[in-house]
């Protein structure tokens, strides 16, 4: 460092390059008496020494969540949102999936976790002014082999789900090159994918987009109720991989979670419309839901209206709406719509948007 940048008093920067004292970092790591006796300086120079050399390290001024807000176009990657691929999802997430973050999606089997997946895997191959990063997805599975036959028949209908993007931009997306996809059947497997083969790909700009089905699935199998604390430190040191490659790369982290069922009659009468009488809790537990940005639940429920798909909807649609709701995020409210799932894709139903 070059200590005559400093605003300080000749003397105590004699003092500090005849202590052969070679940077800033240096002189924060002693305390205030060792500096003394490394330099000689008087208890006052000592002080006035660490004050400049605080200030010389400090970054520049903090910037307030207001200010981001309202400046959107000085912090475009803080502002960035990877689309779902429907409107009516988007609006409800106020753009999509934050480009940083962990984001769960829990729910019972047959809520269409998967299925928004798998549209995600799409979503993100377009261009950043269709809502998409323009590259592709890691897609890891940890209980069910990828339902390629499914993912080839939303890739053939992609212009009726997206009417929003001209057919040439479609055409263009060779979207099955770009989906990577990994079995990972134990946790070591999982974390040598996350540490080791995923940082290749994001290095390489071939993905932006990882997605875990499910994070539950491995830790419920291989740990006990008495392995707790050692199932914790898993998670947490899974959880803080996952933010850094976010962080790192741009990429959102979109991980399927499993839950419990325990019916709660006490808030049955108070469940919004589309939501089950029963109250349902992720899995993993408090330590899991730490790491997450956002969490958004699904649910399945039989619709009373006449079907929202009829004519061209694949059996997994028949009569039934299902309820996307957002349980928390930093900047979004407690609130839910309705979607279903056609043969084509998720298509959220519009007059079916809601607070929780």
Same mark, same amino acid.
């Given at each position: 460092?070059?200590?005559?940048? +400093?605003?300080?008093?000749?003397?105590?920067?004699?003092?500090?390059?005849?202590?052969?004292?070679?940077?800033?970092?240096?002189? /924060?790591?002693?305390?205030?008496?060792?500096?003394?006796? &490394?330099?000689?300086?008087? !208890?006052?120079?000592?002080?006035?020494?660490?004050?400049?050399?605080?200030?010389?390290?400090? #970054?520049?001024?903090?910037?307030?969540?207001?200010?981001?807000?309202?400046? @959107?176009?000085?912090?475009?990657?803080?502002?960035?949102?990877?689309?779902?691929?429907?409107?009516?999802?988007?609006? &409800?997430?106020?753009?999509?999936?934050?480009?940083?973050?962990?984001?769960?999606?829990?729910?019972?089997?047959?809520?269409? #976790?998967? %299925?928004?997946?798998?549209? +995600?895997?799409?979503?993100?191959?377009?261009?950043?002014?269709?809502?998409?990063?323009?590259?592709?997805?890691?897609?890891?599975?940890?209980?069910?082999?990828?339902?390629?036959?499914?993912?080839?028949?939303?890739?053939?209908?992609?212009?009726? +789900?997206?009417?929003?993007?001209?057919?040439?931009?479609?055409?263009?997306?060779?979207?099955? =090159?770009?989906?990577?996809?990994?079995?990972?059947? =134990?946790?070591?497997?999982?974390?040598?994918?996350?540490?080791?083969?995923?940082?290749?790909?994001?290095?390489?700009?071939?993905? $932006?987009?990882?997605?875990?089905?499910?994070?539950?699935? +491995?830790?419920?199998?291989?740990?006990?109720?008495? =392995?707790?604390?050692? @199932?914790? #430190?898993?998670?947490?040191?899974?959880?803080?991989?996952?933010?850094?490659?976010?962080?790192?790369?741009?990429?959102?982290?979109?991980?399927? !979670?499993?839950?419990?069922?325990?019916?709660?009659?006490?808030?049955?009468? %108070?469940?919004?419309?589309?939501?089950?009488? @029963?109250?349902?809790?992720?899995?993993?537990?408090?330590?899991?839901?730490?790491?997450?940005?956002?969490?958004?639940?699904?649910?399945?429920? $039989?619709?009373?209206?006449?079907?929202?798909?009829?004519?061209?909807?694949?059996?997994?649609?028949?009569?039934?709406?299902?309820? /996307?709701?957002?349980?928390?995020?930093?900047?979004?409210?407690?609130?839910?719509?309705?979607?279903?799932?056609?043969?084509?894709?998720?298509?959220?139903?519009?007059?079916?948007?809601?607070?929780?």
């Amino acid at each position: 460092m070059d200590w005559d940048q +400093l605003d300080l008093n000749p003397k105590v920067i004699a003092a500090v390059k005849k202590a052969r004292i070679k940077s800033a970092e240096d002189i /924060l790591k002693f305390s205030g008496p060792d500096l003394q006796r &490394l330099t000689k300086l008087s !208890n006052v120079d000592v002080q006035h020494l660490l004050v400049a050399v605080s200030a010389a390290l400090q #970054k520049p001024n903090v910037l307030t969540v207001f200010q981001m807000y309202h400046e @959107k176009a000085c912090f475009v990657a803080q502002h960035r949102r990877l689309s779902l691929g429907c409107s009516v999802l988007d609006s &409800l997430l106020r753009g999509g999936l934050p480009v940083t973050g962990i984001t769960e999606l829990g729910g019972e089997s047959a809520a269409g #976790k998967t %299925q928004i997946a798998i549209q +995600l895997c799409l979503s993100v191959q377009y261009p950043c002014r269709y809502g998409g990063l323009e590259a592709g997805a890691v897609y890891i599975c940890t209980e069910d082999v990828f339902p390629n036959k499914r993912l080839q028949q939303l890739i053939g209908l992609q212009h009726k +789900l997206r009417t929003d993007v001209p057919l040439e931009v479609i055409k263009q997306r060779k979207f099955g =090159d770009n989906i990577f996809i990994e079995h990972a059947a =134990d946790i070591e497997t999982l974390n040598d994918c996350i540490a080791q083969r995923v940082p290749i790909l994001l290095l390489r700009g071939l993905v $932006r987009l990882i997605i875990i089905d499910s994070i539950a699935a +491995l830790f419920r199998c291989e740990f006990a109720a008495k =392995d707790s604390v050692v @199932k914790a #430190k898993h998670l947490q040191t899974l959880g803080a991989q996952l933010h850094t490659l976010s962080s790192r790369f741009l990429a959102p982290v979109f991980c399927i !979670n499993q839950v419990t069922d325990a019916v709660d009659n006490m808030s049955a009468g %108070q469940s919004h419309v589309g939501i089950l009488n @029963k109250k349902v809790s992720p899995a993993l537990g408090i330590t899991w839901s730490n790491q997450l940005l956002m969490r958004l639940m699904v649910a399945r429920t $039989r619709s009373s209206e006449p079907d929202e798909c009829a004519g061209e909807a694949s059996q997994s649609c028949s009569g039934v709406v299902r309820t /996307l709701e957002v349980v928390f995020a930093p900047h979004l409210p407690q609130s839910f719509c309705c979607y279903t799932i056609n043969v084509e894709g998720v298509k959220g139903v519009e007059d079916k948007v809601g607070m929780s």
